[in-house]
C-alpha cells in the first residue's frame, strides 16, 4: 500500500514565479492537509481539503496561495508570483473517514521549495 | 503563549538511558494528541497517540494530563537509532481536525 506521494520533491524557482506542488493521498483516503515548515521552525496548518471542497482554509496566505483536490488527480497547492519567503518544507498528509475521529494522519515526504 | 509549547532541547543523553519530554498545550479544547518523530529533513512520522488512561509502545510511554495540560513521551532504553527531532501534535474541537504542531525537541543519543 503506497503511502502519501508527494512531488517534485525539490523545486527551484526564480522570484515572481509560479510553483505547483503536487499530492497523492494514501489510497483509501480521502481527506487531505497542506503543511508547511519554514527553516528552523515547526510545521504550520496551511489547508484540509476533501474531493472538490476547501473545508478549512484558516491557515493560507491571503495572497498568491491556492489548493484545490479535484475530482480526479491529485491536490496541488499553487503559489504564484513567489518571494523568498516562501522557501520551506511543503508536507501533505492524509487521513481515511474510518480514522477522521481519531485524527490521524499520515504524511508524505514533502517538497522542499527554493526561491532564489 | 504558543498553543503548544515544547523545550527545544537538544537532549543529550547517553545509549541506555531513559529521557523524557513534556508538552503543554493552551486550549482546553483540545481533544486528540500525538506524539510525531521528525528525522533531519524527512517527514513527521506517527510515533503514537496519546490516550487519558496513557499507553506505552515497547520502549516508548505516552501519558496525557488534561487537568494540567500536558501530554509527556518517556523514552526508556535510548538507542542511537531514537536521534531525531519529536514533535507533539494536538487538535481541537471543532477545527476539522488541523495539526497544531509544537516546535519540537531535538534527541542525541550518544555512545
Known amino acids: 500500500n503506497a503511502g502519501v506521494m508527494q512531488n517534485p520533491r525539490h523545486l527551484v524557482r526564480r522570484r515572481g514565479q509560479e510553483a505547483r506542488l503536487r499530492c497523492s493521498p494514501m489510497?483509501?483516503?480521502?481527506?487531505v492537509y497542506w503543511y508547511r515548515q519554514l527553516p528552523e521552525e515547526g510545521l504550520k496548518f496551511m489547508v484540509y481539503?476533501?474531493?472538490?471542497?476547501?473545508?478549512?482554509e484558516s491557515g493560507m496566505p491571503k495572497e498568491r496561495f491556492s489548493a484545490e483536490f479535484p475530482k480526479e488527480g491529485p491536490s496541488i497547492l499553487r503559489i504564484q508570483q513567489v518571494v523568498r519567503g516562501d522557501s520551506a518544507a511543503y508536507f501533505c498528509?492524509?487521513?481515511?473517514?474510518?480514522?477522521?475521529?481519531?485524527?490521524?494522519?499520515?504524511f508524505g515526504p514533502g517538497t522542499r521549495l527554493t526561491v532564489l | 503563549r504558543k498553543e503548544v509549547e515544547q523545550d527545544p532541547g537538544p537532549f543529550n543523553v547517553p545509549e541506555g538511558a531513559t529521557v523524557a519530554f513534556n508538552c503543554t498545550y493552551s486550549?482546553?479544547?483540545?481533544?486528540?494528541f500525538f506524539w510525531y518523530r521528525q528525522d533531519c529533513r524527512k517527514e513527521p512520522k506517527l510515533l503514537m497517540s496519546v490516550y487519558s488512561s496513557g499507553n506505552e509502545d515497547g520502549r516508548f510511554t505516552a501519558q496525557l494530563n488534561r487537568a494540567s495540560q500536558y501530554i509527556s513521551l518517556l523514552i526508556r532504553d535510548s538507542k542511537l537509532s531514537d536521534s531525531a527531532t519529536y514533535l507533539c501534535?494536538?487538535?481541537?474541537?471543532?477545527?476539522?481536525?488541523?495539526?497544531?504542531f509544537g516546535t519540537g525537541t531535538r534527541l542525541q543519543v550518544t555512545l
Open positions: 501534535a494536538v487538535t481541537v474541537t471543532g477545527t476539522a481536525s488541523k495539526l497544531t
Open positions: 498528509a492524509s487521513s481515511s473517514l474510518e480514522a477522521l475521529w481519531t485524527d490521524t494522519q499520515y
Open positions: 489510497k483509501g483516503h480521502s481527506h
Open positions: 481539503l476533501q474531493k472538490e471542497n476547501i473545508i478549512d
Open positions: 486550549n482546553s479544547a483540545s481533544q486528540s
